[in-house]
């Protein structure tokens, strides 16, 4: 059948067979050339991650924009059909840092970028598949991310050799097929955690060279021959199991070499034990030291009544906790029933619902599903207090400390020319600094604040500081001097997504549709991360466009994260913050006062309304019935011809209707007047990169690269990209 497609295999008969033969191979393998196209979301997450080691000639062939790496042979790349499974990019001296997209290479399997000196935190999001990742000796700090405990295929694990602080954190118990850990060498503190209990495969463990603290207990039950607990500051007895290990080292801490208790619960400590703690290498499990006593039979009979005592029990346990269950799952069908009538007002969003639903199961970015992760960015620990009282520990701030005479300087005394912008709770400057830098200079109006005390500005702003993402603005300074409060943000110079969607038309050109999803996309991430990562959540509580700041690519970053802990003072919220924001508070504010994630979540929903329609969330110069965006747009999300209607006309018929269709049904369901049926920030982040994966790739015009379009009146550039 192949040679009745092939007219080249017929045109030359006088070919010699070999000759021939290999003609033949040639031509049926140029089909599986073609389609080794790679997958459009690891050429993303590929292009991500080599912008952000600063575009290195090392890495041959990579590209920042377009290429195919599997077709491309990009350094270090390897595919199996048009998927990327392995990225191995050891010792080239890469810097920079790992990007934000890594959670999108879906086949990833070995992921090795140790011996470079890449910085900073390691992403939240790692590659979910992965089954041997490496990012030893490089110079990471923060602490590791909660995403490793979703890999349940991860067999290699080796995060060596870097300034990781913090405890381990309890993310190992579904590393069932982990055979290796190394997290030597960092500066990890605390005890081990529970979760290495659960680490059934465990044969090597390397913690050594760090601050951790605790007995090791938790190691009883792993089945390891190599174990290096070296140069800590482990406490308690060495567990007896452990000295059956082959390749045990523990110099270097503080063992205690007295007498154990007696067990239960405590393990008695192996014989000879010294504070020396010296290595040793052996297979043979050393026994106990002898009783002083001689055992008796009454000892045997006391023995085996505890035993019976044990059994009797657990089955007693066994039988309450069966109940339990039981009950629970009688609660959460009724409750399941209860949810099922009340979502029936939501017409239309169901099955985006549950597409959403299922793409949480599939995705590593379904963080709402996850446990709370290991704070990232809590920087107090509270203490119980011999009185009973809370007292709070602080940690340092990593932002820098700028004298007012310096601000002022870079301002020029705050000057009219300056000012760039005014929020809630002060006016915003241009700073200029004899380093050349250009920076961001909040001047905080403090009759707008409840605080009284200094030291809240400096716990508020040490919060702020330790918010680090790609689309969040990073608060790199502050001043609490002479009764003046200042924050220093970096400078983002192309004005906010208010400004671009509602003041833009003098120069005739528009966001694109492509731009407006990156920028809807971008944003999303930037609450999921708030919200579902930092712990505690970060409410944003003013969620708007205009806190929407885009750079010279159009990347969104969100500012103003974190400023809802210095509370307005009640009249001046209600006479600017709330006044200026009314357009984007859900329901649920405007009734109680009361504010949470959910209500971030409709905020999202009303600036998803500004990218769809080019309209304002209250627009008084409109007839009545179309004043209020959410109450015009939301009986219309689900009817194709209005939503057609809706579209911003500047866009000029530039989108494609199935990702307009999809991008109203996340609408839909964000805003939402009951908040509990609000999706959180992870479905909407996977709603939206399913709406651009599932797109077909046509190739852009130049004219959208830069994310802009240009009124046409011939309709050419159509930008069908999503």
Not at 471 to 480: D, E, Q, T
Not at 497 to 517: M, P, Q, Y
Request: hydrophobic share 35%.
């Amino acid at each position: 059948m192949g040679v009745q497609k092939n007219p080249i295999a017929f045109s030359y008969p006088l070919v010699p067979s070999s000759i021939t033969h290999l003609l033949f191979i040639a031509i049926f393998s140029l089909p599986l050339f073609v389609q080794c196209n790679t997958d459009a979301s690891d050429v993303q997450a590929l292009q991500v991650l080599y912008s952000s080691l600063n575009s290195p000639s090392q890495l041959t062939n990579w590209k920042s924009n377009g290429g195919d790496p599997c077709a491309e042979s990009w350094k270090g790349v390897s595919c199996e059909g048009s998927a990327v499974v392995s990225i191995q990019i050891s010792g080239l001296g890469l810097g920079g840092t790992m990007g934000y997209l890594l959670s999108q290479l879906m086949s990833l399997k070995t992921f090795d970028l140790s011996d470079n000196n890449i910085h900073d935190s390691i992403p939240y999001q790692l590659p979910p598949n992965l089954t041997s990742l490496n990012l030893a000796r490089n110079n990471f700090t923060g602490n590791l991310p909660y995403s490793i405990s979703t890999m349940k295929s991860l067999s290699y694990l080796n995060m060596s050799h870097n300034s990781i602080f913090q405890s381990v954190g309890d993310v190992f118990a579904n590393l069932a097929l982990l055979t290796t850990l190394d997290l030597s060498f960092n500066n990890f503190s605390g005890n081990l955690p529970s979760s290495f209990s659960s680490l059934s495969n465990l044969s090597t463990l390397y913690v050594q060279n760090n601050q951790l603290t605790g007995p090791l207990d938790v190691l009883s039950s792993i089945p390891l021959t190599t174990l290096n607990v070296a140069n800590n500051h482990f406490t308690g007895w060495i567990p007896r199991e452990l000295n059956s290990v082959p390749n045990f080292i523990y110099d270097g801490n503080s063992f205690d070499n007295g007498p154990a208790p007696p067990p239960p619960p405590y393990t008695p400590p192996p014989p000879g034990t010294s504070r020396n703690n010296r290595s040793h290498s052996g297979s043979g499990t050393r026994k106990p030291p002898a009783s002083n006593g001689e055992s008796s039979g009454s000892d045997k009979g006391m023995a085996v009544g505890t035993l019976v005592g044990i059994i009797v029990g657990a089955i007693f346990l066994f039988f309450i906790a069966l109940l339990a269950v039981v009950f629970i799952r009688k609660q959460k069908r009724k409750a399941a029933g209860a949810t099922t009538s009340r979502g029936s007002r939501s017409a239309g969003a169901t099955d985006i619902n549950t597409e959403i639903q299922e793409q949480r199961v599939k995705s590593i970015a379904a963080v709402a599903d996850l446990q709370r992760p290991p704070a990232e960015n809590a920087v107090i620990e509270k203490l119980q207090g011999h009185s009973g009282s809370i007292k709070r520990m602080k940690s340092p701030i990593t932002a820098t400390s700028h004298t007012v005479a310096s601000l002022q300087t870079a301002t020029n005394s705050f000057s009219q020319e300056f000012l760039i912008g005014e929020g809630s709770i002060g006016r915003v400057y241009r700073g200029e600094f004899s380093n050349g830098k250009t920076m961001a200079i909040k001047k905080i109006d403090n009759a707008a604040l409840s605080l009284q005390e200094e030291d809240n500005f400096v716990e508020a702003v040490s919060n702020m500081s330790r918010l680090r993402h790609p689309n969040i603005v990073s608060l790199a300074g502050y001043c609490a001097e002479h009764g003046q409060r200042l924050l220093v943000y970096e400078y983002i110079g192309n004005g906010s997504l208010h400004d671009i969607l509602h003041f833009a038309d003098d120069d005739g050109k528009t966001l694109s549709w492509n731009a407006r999803v990156r920028v809807a996309l971008g944003t999303a991430r930037a609450l999921e991360y708030l919200h579902e990562v930092c712990l505690p959540s970060v409410v944003h509580r003013n969620f708007k466009s205009a806190n929407i700041l885009l750079d010279e690519e159009l990347n969104p970053h969100l500012s103003d994260c974190g400023l809802a802990a210095l509370t307005p003072n009640t009249e001046r919220q209600v006479s600017t913050q709330m006044v200026g924001s009314f357009g984007y508070s859900a329901p649920e504010f405007a009734l109680s006062g009361v504010y949470t994630v959910k209500s971030d979540v409709y905020s999202f929903g009303v600036v998803m309304l500004e990218l769809l329609t080019g309209r304002k969330p209250l627009d008084s110069s409109r007839v009545r019935s179309e004043q209020s965006l959410v109450r015009w747009a939301t009986p219309q999300l689900h009817d194709i011809d209005a939503l057609a209607k809706m579209v911003d006309p500047s866009l000029n018929g530039m989108y494609p209707a199935k990702s307009l269709s999809r991008f109203a049904d996340i609408i839909a369901l964000c805003v939402q007047p009951e908040p509990e049926f609000r999706p959180p920030m992870s479905e909407v982040v996977q709603a939206l990169v399913r709406l651009v994966q599932r797109a077909s790739v046509v190739k852009r015009r130049s004219s959208d690269d830069s994310g802009f379009g240009y009124k046409t009146p011939d309709h050419e550039a159509i930008d069908m990209s999503f």
